[in-house]
């Protein structure tokens, strides 16, 4: 696998500061880096008609990951796991069928150090742990809630499994004008297809692969979202889901039956887990939030 963005993206490389995030240059290389990167991971090449898009979520990504960084310089804390970094690496290369010293080599031939997507999951690692200290004694799982959940699937031998595709769309008005923007994007849906809106107008990574999120199992949806989806109808558009970061749509493609192959407790175990990672991860968006609104974001180009 190899592909074929290098020498267009390269020879518009002109290194000019780009942006500055608080007190941290970013220059145009870096840009195109993370373009580079983008396109590796979600197994796509560069086209112009894409170009926009690529840039407007290489710069989002960018400035989330520098602001990250900046909390884990100020806190001193670079502590993170070796192992969850080879997961991490492995899950990433898995991603578009390959192994990692293979994905090693799609990044050299493509001038990329593959040391740059190491550093992105090292930060995205000691992020969490940053979060992790800060909010630990507010991991309250609320037992009675994980019983309930486990009495109505004690009987279930089968789950379902959501083939789902998103579209994020920007929400500047704090949902004031909701249902004309869900109007004039099922208007949009209509003329020209889920998956070019989602490639143009989606501001969510998964806008590169049209919005397609896969296979997604119904005890790992957010219990925010499971609704909107299951109440969905295979081929529907969901009702907006209002989101810190935008308003969200989904569109399930398909469902299927799977069979549970867990014990009660595994069960159980699990869905403890899933409560931990969905309060950490409310934490984290908001943390960020507050950051993001004392941090300086300056652009130049």
């Known amino acids: ?97 390959v192994d990692v010293d293979t994905l090693k080599n799609i990044c050299a031939s493509n001038e990329l150090s593959f040391s740059l997507i190491e550093n992105n999951i090292k930060v995205d690692l000691m992020w969490n742990s940053i979060i992790f200290q800060l909010y630990k004694d507010k991991l309250t799982i609320n037992k009675d809630e994980i019983d309930e959940s486990l009495k109505l699937k004690r009987n279930k031998k089968e789950i379902y499994e959501y083939l789902i595709s998103e579209i994020l769309i920007e929400n500047n008005d704090g949902g004031i004008n909701l249902d004309l923007k869900e109007k004039k994007l099922k208007e949009k849906i209509k003329n020209e297809g889920f ?63 799977v069979e549970k192959k867990l014990t009660l407790e595994e069960e159980k175990n699990e869905l403890v887990n899933l409560e931990k990672v969905k309060i950490l991860r409310m934490h984290s968006l908001t943390h960020y939030d507050k950051l993001k609104r004392t941090i300086a974001i300056k652009f130049l180009q």
Do not use: H
Request: contains cysteine; proline residues 1%; aromatic residues 6%.
């Open 1 to 97: 696998m190899c592909f074929t963005f290098v020498e267009e993206i390269n020879a518009e490389i002109n290194d000019k500061l780009f942006m500055i995030v608080g007190d941290r240059a970013i220059t145009q290389s870096d840009i195109v880096n993370e373009i580079k990167i983008l396109l590796i991971l979600n197994n796509e090449s560069y086209t112009d008609e894409i170009r926009d898009k690529l840039q407007q979520i290489a710069v989002t990504s960018i400035i989330k990951r520098t602001i990250k960084e900046i909390e884990v310089k100020k806190n001193n804390y670079f502590a993170y796991n070796e192992k969850d970094l080879d997961k991490e690496l492995l899950r990433l290369a898995q991603n578009i069928n």
């Open 195 to 257: 998956e070019t809106v989602a490639k143009n107008s989606s501001i969510s990574e998964s806008a590169l692969k049209g919005g397609d999120l896969g296979w997604v199992n119904e005890n790992s949806i957010a219990k925010k979202i499971k609704p909107s989806i299951v109440e969905t109808l295979i081929g529907g558009l969901s009702k907006p889901i209002i989101l810190s970061d935008g308003i969200l749509f989904f569109k399930v493609r398909d469902k299927r039956k």
